[in-house]
Structures are given as structure tokens and as C-alpha cells.
């Protein structure tokens, strides 16, 4: 089994940043894709970025793009989410989650999933 750890969600006015870090145990950080969720009460799980074991970018939600940086430190298991210039509606709770490599190749797949964080982003 792989844990996984989210930190650093907090209350935030808009148009500041926050990073969070998602720190995983029990296997081999590196065999897998990491991705980054947010949902809100009644709406559907969004993927908001995704990155390969070795550290490329695989997607970008378009509601993020040019705002948010995923990124992971193979050394420190640990994958982050940098959030900047934030919004009122990127308010939600957030997800890390590990996809093993038989998910691959399913964008929206993945196996293990940290227990979320809130952010809450005021106007």
C-alpha cells in the first residue's frame, strides 16, 4: 500500500499563493504518476495537474494553467502543487493520488489517494 500525506491548505485572500506538498510512504515513490484533485460538495472530482515518475508535466486542467506548477522531489517522495494568483473559486479540497503504472495510460485513474486538504480562498 502507498500513503499518502497532504499539507499546506489553509485560508488564503484571492490572489495569494500557496504551495502544497503531498508525501508519500510505503513504496517506491518513483513507479508512480502522481496527479492532483480538487472537488467541491456536489460536484465531481476534478484533476487538476498530473505528473510522470520521472518528472514531466503530463496535463494541466485549463481552469489552472499558467497559475498552478506540479511538480515532485523523488529524493523527499514528496509531490507538490504550487498555487498562485488564487481565486475565490479554486476554493475546494484537494487531492494527492498516486497512479501505478498499469493506470498509465488512463488519465483519470489512480489507486491511492491522500485523505484531502482544504483551501479556502476569500475576496
Known amino acids: 500500500q502507498l500513503q499518502l500525506v497532504e499539507s499546506g491548505g489553509g485560508l488564503v485572500q484571492a490572489g495569494d499563493s500557496l504551495r502544497l506538498s503531498c508525501e508519500a510512504s510505503?513504496?517506491?515513490?518513483?513507479?508512480?504518476?502522481m496527479g492532483w484533485f480538487r472537488q467541491n460538495p456536489g460536484k465531481e472530482r476534478e484533476l487538476i495537474a498530473a505528473?510522470?515518475?520521472?518528472?514531466?508535466?503530463?496535463r494541466y486542467a485549463d481552469s489552472v494553467k499558467g497559475r498552478f506548477t506540479i511538480s515532485r522531489d523523488n529524493a523527499k517522495n514528496t509531490v507538490y502543487l504550487q498555487m498562485n494568483t488564487l481565486k475565490p473559486e479554486d476554493t475546494a479540497v484537494y487531492y494527492c493520488?498516486?497512479?501505478?503504472?498499469?493506470?498509465?495510460?488512463?488519465?483519470?485513474?489512480?489507486?491511492?489517494w491522500g485523505q484531502g486538504i482544504q483551501v479556502t480562498v476569500s475576496s
Open positions: 505528473i510522470a515518475w520521472n518528472g514531466v508535466v503530463i
Open positions: 493520488a498516486a497512479a501505478r503504472p498499469a493506470n498509465w495510460g488512463r488519465p483519470f485513474t489512480y489507486d491511492y
Open positions: 510505503g513504496r517506491a515513490f518513483t513507479d508512480y504518476k
